[in-house]
């Protein structure tokens, strides 16, 4: 759905159903590309990363898949739990004479019990 | 090893009061940076270090922020009058190299009223 305002977007998902999160990135030159977990109260936490010479980059019960077409990243998560639900965030990292990493709104994931 | 760590984690001052948040980076991570995230919206960019040198500080939103990092050590962010607009978290995130992964600490949670 569209983020308006206060509202993040929101997946529910079944437990023990997989998820897929999508992103959307800006800047056709990012080359760098992270997943963050934020959990309530707490900070981001790093799940995975893909660089830009790679279209797909597989870890512990999540893979993330890039696009650059069309500039999308998407992150999969297999066998989803109850731990896993908070806000996942896509940050790309753009380089314009520093490394300046940008974040989406952001992607609130339920998982039901 | 020891995280990103912010202090405080919460604080609640009056509006034109001044508030000062400290963030201590990951040992031996010359990149530390502060973000922002208001009211449930994307994380921003506020301002980022390299050792004590700033390299970047495009996304301070006026000059009631200070930010400082003397040594290259710890950094301090200072809101000087603070503003009902300032309320949110403010994370500090800190890396080896700049362009890879920035590791995030559990923010300062910051009300204004």
């Known amino acids: 759905g569209e983020s308006v305002g206060l509202h993040l977007p929101t997946l529910s998902v079944q437990e023990g159903d997989n998820s897929i999160i999508n992103c959307a990135y800006s800047?056709?030159?990012?080359?760098?590309f992270i997943w963050y977990k934020q959990e309530s109260g707490k900070g981001p936490q790093f799940i995975i990363d893909?660089?830009?010479?790679?279209d797909k980059r597989q870890g512990q019960r999540v893979t993330v898949l890039l696009n650059k077409t069309v500039k999308h990243l998407s992150l999969q998560i297999a066998a989803t739990q109850p731990g896993d639900s908070a806000v996942y965030f896509c940050?790309?990292?753009?380089?314009?004479?520093?490394?300046?990493?940008?974040f989406g709104t952001g992607t609130r994931l339920k998982v039901l019990a | 090893e020891a995280g990103v760590t912010q202090f405080p984690s919460h604080s609640v001052i009056e509006k034109g009061q001044t508030v000062t948040l400290r963030c201590d980076p990951i040992?031996?991570?010359?990149?530390l940076y502060w973000y922002r995230r208001v009211m449930g919206k994307e994380i921003k960019f506020l301002l980022h270090f390299v050792k004590e040198s700033k390299q970047d500080e495009s996304g301070m939103p006026n000059n009631r922020f200070l930010a400082e990092r003397t040594g290259g050590t710890y950094s301090t962010l200072k809101v000087q009058p603070a503003e009902l607009e300032d309320s949110g978290v403010y994370f500090c995130?800190?890396?080896?190299?700049?362009?890879?992964?920035?590791?995030f600490g559990e923010g300062s949670w910051l009300t204004v009223v």
């Open positions: 940050a790309e990292t753009v380089h314009s004479g520093t490394y300046k990493y940008i």
């Open positions: 995130a800190s890396s080896q190299n700049s362009g890879n992964t920035i590791y």
């Open positions: 893909i660089r830009s010479n790679m």
């Open positions: 800047n056709s030159a990012s080359d760098y």
């Open positions: 040992s031996g991570h010359d990149n």
